[in-house]
């Protein structure tokens, strides 16, 4: 028997189910799960969802692909889409659609007339045009930090719930391109309130076994630390990646027959077309637990002429429908993720529990897709240096208010630096693999958005400091370039701290004097050093800059605020040494912390010895490279931007000797190594350092040989690591690996190199049970441990061919003169015993990514108040935060509201002194800032916790996944247990007196 609709006036017992639904639409006054068709028990419900994939950027530029220019790469146009999408939903209720990237419907929204817009309310609040994932891109997993993430994801769903309400807020994440799949993020999206995850990738050999195994569908525990369920997400894998079912793409690009249904034409397939859709859903029903289905009607930029997409699914809803008068128990419907997600909730079953991750992914033997951990290092570091710009900017925006913003610099805002963080975000763009011109555009909007910034920052120094100066800000001071510290006679420097805890900083500024007088911000002399600029950075600076010398110096700094020093010439009889070493390489430099060691004969490094804890770890580390497969008789596959392929194991040692001096002062011990023409380090220790840095220049490398070359910095020691290395998941959690390993299937390994690399987005390291060995990058990077007691990690990669993955183009990026691009970049080492490592490298790792930022003065500014005093020093805090707080976000919400976000960084068993948790007064944590009225809201700020209800899941463990309860907020004693981020918006006033006198 049919099943019968819900309202009375539909009881026609013959009529198929899906006749019966277009008579009993669901016009809920809500929206939600109340909104989703019915999917009856007795049947095999097939959950039909219609989408497209939009790219906020990869062929072709985001304003490009949006408005449809330059076809001629790419014929896509998501203006269009969304005009034909939301036309076509109008003409029928029962259709339904979803959508994405609100960076594009942000944009499509804003062109909008009043009657659209109001069409497009009534279609989100009937549950047929419904936003899933939401974030402002759909972000990388791999090559992306977990803060850039949350922002982002805020950023998009922010402007959901401000423009649609509760009903505009996504439920359920679908990431159904990255090229892999993080722990950390699925523990993000289950904090964001997301009820479950849906992607379209994963590993070959992994598919396989779960399509065998009926576990394409599972919890996924996103942390070891948070309390069950917080970091559990149900996750579902799609059976086609994102794309119908072969012989069911209908849109105006694909060839697949339309549905012929007039019995007295030629072409009549109304037989076939059901009959071939049967099979494929006997087909999928194979490799799933339930009596649903999930089906992805749409792929890259489609719809853009949505009618044939819909009329042909209506055809076939119809059709198989209609066979359930004759007791056909298959019923076919739109559908959206959540739907087919509620659905699956209300089946009987218990699911498999996984907790690792989904990395490396490999389309094929030979198809490793570890490149782009690595492709593009400069712009994978600018973005980093954007994230940190951006929260400095983000902090002061929220620290001053409308000083900031409407200031004696100009009128500006945070909000062009975020949106293009947002987009660099993108599956495309931080891992490096979208076109050369559309790589040059996600810089130009990072560029442009630093530009708004500055006026921010302007404003506010100006506010905070009581002077209207020049501010300048040089950021190229990483290859000894700007122009103020270089001719200047005295000067002021400006040193931010974003974290909550007093920094100690390592300033270096190009200057052309011998000797200069440095003054903290009570007066009092600062210790500097004048070094000269080595042959290395001028030669990577061309003629960006004229320095000759560095002046070098230690800056404290309090937390959350600034410290202002003075810098002026002194007269070139003034004493000057520069003590450069020797004729022969140098043997060794030390600190009261650490020894370094160089071989005598090689000049490589031989030894690293933690003089504090007493621990020696012979090593040496060298650069190599691996040759770029062209493809060969087993596999034409090539390495690329996405695909990582040597085409032999052992990598190429760049020298085996290097050329080595020694430059040394009371501040700082160098030694300049040079590997080759292309390929320099500089090996460093400042006093009171408890690491050694590594400076590292790699380019142009050279391809005239034919050979595309992948270069690594790789560390041989004799630790005995049997096979296994950790790597961090975005920046927080630390993950196992094992070489030649995978936790959840019996993993056969065909690229012994390649198949072996994971994201390393902050850390990696190896260990025996007395000693730990950890390297912390300034980037994501490629990393492994190819070999016992080795580790490497990928800096730079020049390709000469395209690795087939549709963009088109080989990654031979050049520099300002045409050649090859120079990067440059930075390596921390840490030597400790495994139980205390974590102390010192996760504070580290948050000064890295959040360290001080450096703005300069002519000195010489005018009073910006006339009732306030110059303050040389500053701090927002009442007092530093403990170590085992960070403060994560420090945002302007609203006009009259903050966003708030305080982070645990250590995990539960990591450290004796901070795994604990801690508790704090957010009424008395801000000496500046008035707040009250604090709600506590998940993650991305879009929901009150107290509002948050998620789904039960049962695990095949028998455990039943509950959500938690929430207790009611006490500001003056909020608690973080490890690993645990809470978010907060609160009231904020500003003081009158904090405004500009023009």
Known sequence: MPVMGSCGRCAILLLPLSLLLAECVHRSAGCGDQTCPPAPDGFLNVHLIPHTHNDVGWLKTVDQYYYGGRNNIQHAGVQYILDSVISQLLVDPRRRFIYVESAFFWLWWKHQKPSMQRDVMQLVQEGRLEFINGGWTMNDEAATHYSPIIDQMTLGLQFLQSTFGECGRPRVAWHIDPFGHSREQASL?????????????????????????????????????????????????????????????????????????????????????????????????????????????????????????????????????????????????????????????????????????????????????????????????????????????????????????????????????????????????????????????????????????????????????????????????????????????????????????????????????????????????????????????KAVRSDRGQAERELIFQAHIPPLGFSRFTVEKIAAQARFFMRKTTPKSPTQIENKYYRVQFHPDTGLISEINNLEKGISLPLTQSFYWYNSSIGNDESSQTSGAYIFRPNRTDPIVIAQNVRSYLVQNSLVQEVYQNFSSWCSQVVRLYADQRFVELEWTVGPIPVRDGWGKEVISRFDTKLQTNGVFYTDANGRQILQRRRNSRDTWAFQQTEPVAGNYYPVNSRIYIKDKDIQFTVLTDRSQGGSSILDGSLELMVHRRLLFDDFRGVGEALLETGPNGEGLVVRGRQLLFLDSPKDSADLHRTLALQEYMSPQIILSSGEGVPYRSHQGLSMQFSALQEPLPQNVHLLTLALHQPNKVLLRLEHPFQGQESGNYSQPVTLNLKELFSFLSLSDFEETTLAANLPKSKLVRKHWKAETGTTLTANTTSALEPSSVTLSPMEIRTFIATVQYSKDRGWDS
Request: hydrophobic content about 35%; aromatic content about 12%; some cysteine.
């Open 189 to 537: 999206f289950a904090q964001m309130g997301y009820e479950g995850l849906f992607f379209g990738r994963l590993d070959y050999q992994d598919k396989e076994n779960r399509e065998k195994t009926k576990q394409m569908e599972m919890i996924w525990r996103g942390s070891d630390d948070l309390e069950p369920p917080t970091a559990d997400l149900f996750t579902g894998v799609l059976p086609n990646g994102y794309n119908p079912p072969e012989g069911f793409c209908w849109d105006q690009f694909c060839e697949d027959s339309p549905i012929m249904d007039d019995p007295l034409m030629e072409d009549y397939n109304v037989d076939a077309v059901v009959d071939a859709f049967l099979k494929t859903v006997d087909k999928q029903s194979q490799k799933y637990r339930s009596n649903h289905l999930v089906m992805t009607m749409g792929s890259d930029f489609q719809y853009e002429n949505a009618i044939p997409w819909f009329k042909n699914m209506d055809k076939l809803i119809d059709l198989v429908n209609a066979k359930q008068v004759n007791g056909s128990k298959m019923n076919v419907i739109y559908s959206t993720p959540s739907c087919y997600l509620n659905a699956l909730n209300r089946v009987p079953l218990s699911w498999p529990m996984k907790t690792d991750d989904f990395f490396p992914y490999a389309d094929g033997a030979h198809m490793f897709w570890t490149g782009y951990f690595t492709s593009r290092p400069a712009f994978k570091r600018y973005e980093r240096l954007s994230n940190n710009f951006l929260q400095v900017c983000n902090q002061l925006e929220a620290l001053t208010g409308p000083a900031a913003t409407q200031g004696p610099y100009g009128s500006s805002s945070s909000l062009m630096l975020r949106r293009a963080m947002g987009v660099a975000q993108h599956h495309d763009a931080v891992t490096g693999t979208a076109k050369q011109h559309v790589n040059d555009d996600y810089t130009l909007r990072l560029y442009n958005g630093w530009e708004a910034c500055q006026v921010v920052i302007r404003n506010a120094l100006a506010s905070l400091t009581g002077t209207k100066e020049n501010f300048v800000f040089c950021n190229l001071l990483n290859v000894s370039v700007c122009p103020l510290t270089e001719t200047a006679k005295s000067f002021s420097v400006y040193l931010y701290n974003p974290l909550g805890q007093n920094v100690t900083w390592n300033v270096r500024l190009p200057v052309d004097g011998v000797s200069y007088a440095v003054k903290g911000p009570s007066g009092e002399a600062v210790p500097s050093e004048v070094t000269p600029v080595s042959s290395f950075t």
